[in-house]
């Protein structure tokens, strides 16, 4: 959630600099992550009439219908940020990917609606074309997250993807191939720093390090009477055994855990993800997480990094960066089509150098 807008336009400023001088290319526009506790997620079922005079299903039908799950009762203040299309029905004939071709009269599709509020994502935009760069689309971070860790079986039968970052926990179901929920808890890796920092009376900078270093749930936790050193608030050195930090992270781990798995319980997607769970983002590589996660889920848990992407440096191969990693996966399929971007923006403007250069990425 952005609290200050002038200092988020400059970060995001600061880190354009650093990215255009490392890779040589001038940031013309950008598909930009969201979450936040404000997103939620629902189903809506759509039908219209096959307009064609042979009853020949058309883009045109797919885009009316598709319009037509659009058309939602939503609270004041909220917006529309994807209508995600699970699976077409022509003519009664359910579980349909592409409708268009086939011969019909009524087409109908499943589709899940994600929204939020519209204050938060007014003032993601104003920070993003702030720094004279255009907003292609948003994304919610999640569907992002899920683009590059799970691989195309878990999207299939049913896998759960958990993006753990600093302020919030996102997930989102995917079966048969697409999204069909998404959560997003306002808890993420910065409560466990404050919870070591409250705990250990330390510093919250010293709490951060101690988490990256030593961090680990209760079953990855050193033997007792290991201590590490942990820096008080007056600079003063103080030892405390490991496993005392491992029963402080645990404790939060598993709390952020079990409301995750509550939510999607009373969601009714508690048994959609028979396919396993993909913890992944940078509080995911705390030792012990997926472990812990497994056992709160009842299903196999896997720690998730991009994968099918090459050419990338080692540093950014990690679970930190799959949201990032995923983002420029979720950009080359807007390329794919008809080479135009759904977004806001025209190919036309960037060309065909931004496809050579996604090129280098995805084989």
């Known amino acids: 959630m952005i609290i200050d807008v002038q200092a988020a336009a400059d970060a995001i400023a600061t880190s354009l600099r650093r990215a255009e001088q490392q890779s040589g290319f001038k940031a013309i526009s950008a598909f930009v992550g969201i979450a936040g506790a404000h997103i939620d997620s629902t189903n809506n079922h759509a039908i219209v009439a096959v307009r064609h005079p042979d009853n020949v299903v058309s883009g045109e039908d797919v885009a009316r219908v598709i319009d037509g799950a659009r058309i939602i009762q939503l609270p004041a203040d909220t917006e529309i940020l ?16 592409d409708p268009v071709g086939m011969v019909g009269h009524r087409l109908e599709v499943e589709a899940n609606i994600v929204t939020g509020a519209s204050t938060s994502i007014h003032s993601l935009v104003r920070c993003v074309e702030s720094v004279d760069v255009e907003l292609d689309g948003l994304v919610l971070e999640p569907l992002a997250a899920g683009q590059a860790v799970l691989s195309q079986e878990e999207r299939e039968l049913g896998g759960l993807v958990v993006d753990m970052g600093g302020g919030t926990t996102d997930a989102a179901v995917f079966r048969d191939g697409s999204v069909v929920h998404a959560i997003v808890l306002p808890v993420g890796g910065h409560q466990i720093s404050n919870d070591l920092a409250f705990g250990l009376r ?31 608030h007056h600079e003063e050195l ?41 913890l992944t983002g940078g509080c995911a590589q705390i030792a012990g997480a997926p472990g812990l996660a497994s056992e709160i889920f009842g299903v196999p848990a896997r720690l998730g990094a991009p994968v099918g992407v090459h050419g990338l440096a080692d540093a950014v191969r990690g679970p930190a960066f799959s949201t990032s990693v995923g983002l420029l996966a979720w950009g080359r399929e807007q390329l794919a089509p008809n080479d135009a971007w759904r977004g806001s923006g025209q190919l036309g403007r960037v060309g065909a150098t931004l496809k050579a250069w996604l090129r280098n990425f995805f084989p």
């Open 82 to 97: 994807h209508v995600i299309p699970h699976h077409y029905i022509v003519d009664g004939t359910d579980g349909i990917k």
């Open 202 to 232: 330390t510093p919250l900078a010293s709490a951060e390090e101690l988490k990256i270093r030593y961090g680990s749930t209760i079953s990855h936790a050193r033997a007792e009477g290991e201590t590490v050193p942990v820096p008080g």
């Open 238 to 278: 103080q030892h405390v055994e490991q496993r005392t930090v491992a029963e402080i992270i645990d404790a939060r781990l598993a709390e952020t855990f079990e409301l995750l798995e509550s939510q999607l319980a009373q969601a009714g997607f508690g048994e959609d993800y028979s396919a396993g769970l993909v």
